[in-house]
């Protein structure tokens, strides 16, 4: 059984939202199976993010998802906490050809998520990964009004999401989540291997 660990922080609820959304795409892919790994702020000490379990958690899966909503044009505080506590990851290549994907919201239309996305793909090329876009055509090119990936964010999923609105993601942006955590799981099902994840017995 494949796993991807889905790493992200949410701070009203729409990033979280949209995980799950992804993680049930995942689901929908016989022999791969999601991780939920919401980002314990409590690991966060003096700056810097400690949490070995937590690290060891990801280290088992062949796939792992970045979220983060965007505040200020970038990652949340935490998240960039735990992105840069990674770097004992990079020294040993411990993530190297695990496949990788990114997810933000932010509370406009653009709202700069794509800087967040760049970050996140940044990111995982550093950890030497493999990342994997969303490959859906748009509802606004295809005319079938279902409002999937309305904002245009190929690089990876952007939504929209309005603080402590109900109705958020809106249901384009839910479905536009769970065809990404879908195209992951295929992703990870024909490139994963078994030598990109460390700990786990052959």
Not at 130 to 156: C, H, K, M, N, Q
């Amino acid at each position: 059984m494949r796993r991807i660990a889905i790493v992200f922080h949410t701070g009203v609820g729409n990033t979280g939202r949209l995980a799950e959304a992804i993680a049930r795409g995942i689901e929908s892919v016989e022999g791969v199976e999601p991780a939920l790994l919401p980002i314990p702020v409590e690991s966060i000490r003096e700056g810097r993010f400690q949490n070995d379990e937590f690290f060891e958690e990801i280290d088992r899966c062949d796939g792992v998802v970045f979220g983060s909503p965007t505040y200020m044009g970038m990652v949340s505080g935490p998240f960039k906490s735990f992105a840069d506590a990674t770097s004992d990851r990079w020294v040993d290549h411990r993530w190297q050809d695990k496949i990788a994907g990114g997810f933000t919201t932010a509370g406009y239309p653009s709202g700069d998520k794509v800087m967040t996305l760049l970050y996140l793909v940044t990111l995982a090329a550093q950890l030497r990964m493999v990342w994997v876009g969303p490959a859906e055509p748009s509802s606004t090119l295809t005319g079938d009004g279902r409002g999937i990936d309305r904002w245009g964010t190929f690089l990876g999923l952007g939504a929209m999401g309005q603080e402590r609105q109900e109705g958020f993601p809106d249901e384009g942006d839910t479905l536009t989540a769970e065809l990404y955590g879908a195209r992951l799981a295929e992703a990870t099902k024909r490139w994963g291997s078994e030598a990109a994840v460390a700990g786990r017995s052959t």
